[in-house]
């Protein structure tokens, strides 16, 4: 069964910090696949951050020295921390593999409250 399971999100303030989990079923864990999505209201879903091939990482501009990606292969779960917390930052956070674009999980919301 896939599985991807977002948690983490809730109502912050800015310059606050979360902390995102997304748990997956070990068939959809691909660290190096992987990746932090997020859709604002009224636009459309975004890549925030995500491991590449190479086992680097990469960032969107607006999110660069704020967020945080992490995984943990034991646990096939992945992590990304956000300080700094904006009220742009307010969205529906995914998970995802991009080898495998047809599953998504519900999303976890974060709002950033200024």
């Known amino acids: 069964q896939v599985q991807l399971v977002e948690s983490g999100g809730g109502l912050v303030q800015a310059v606050g910090s979360l902390r995102l989990s997304c748990a997956t079923s070990?068939?959809?864990?691909?660290?190096?696949?992987m990746g932090w999505y997020r859709q604002a209201p009224g636009k459309q879903r975004e890549l925030v951050a995500e491991?590449?091939?190479?086992?680097?990482?990469n960032y969107v501009d607006a999110v660069k020295g704020r967020f945080t990606i992490s995984g943990d292969n034991t646990k096939n779960t992945l992590f990304l921390q956000m300080n700094n917390l904006k009220p742009e930052d307010t969205a529906v956070y995914y998970c995802?593999?991009?080898?495998?674009?047809?599953?998504w999980g519900q999303g976890t919301q974060v709002n950033v409250s200024s």
């Open positions: 995802h593999n991009c080898l495998l674009p047809d599953y």
């Open positions: 070990g068939r959809i864990f691909r660290l190096k696949a």
């Open positions: 491991f590449m091939g190479s086992g680097g990482t």
